[in-house]
């Protein structure tokens, strides 16, 4: 059974920073893409962020470029997500993915998210 599980969310100040971890399991994770999301109040979800397998490949939403940065360590089963100068408007639940094809629009596994909540 697949398992991804998200952590590091929670209330930081404008320009601040956090680091998003998802620890994946029951998967082989090298073998998957894996993606951020996220769904801020009263809003779709969004796609933030993706990185490929091995980490050569990243695209970003544009409203993030510049500032978040995805990477993963594949002997830790992990992905994170480092946020650099948070806005308020980045305040919503994150969630993590996974995907087997790259060039896929639709994940085949989610996480249960954590909230980051920017204050201004």
């Known amino acids: 059974q697949v398992h991804l599980v998200e952590s590091g969310g929670g209330l930081v100040q404008a320009g601040g920073s956090l680091r998003l971890s998802c620890a994946a399991s029951g998967l082989t994770f090298r073998s998957f893409t894996m993606g951020w999301f996220r769904r801020a109040p009263g809003k779709e979800r969004e796609f933030v962020a993706t990185?490929?397998?091995?980490?050569?490949?990243?695209d970003y939403t544009d409203s993030v470029k510049g500032r978040f940065t995805i990477s993963r360590d594949n002997a830790k089963n992990t992905v994170y997500l480092r946020m650099n100068s948070l806005k308020p408007e980045d305040t919503a639940v994150y969630y993590c993915a996974a995907k087997l094809n790259y060039d896929s629009d639709s994940f085949d596994y989610w996480g249960q998210g954590t909230q980051v909540t920017v204050s201004s």
């Open positions: 990185i490929s397998p091995l980490g050569r490949r990243t």
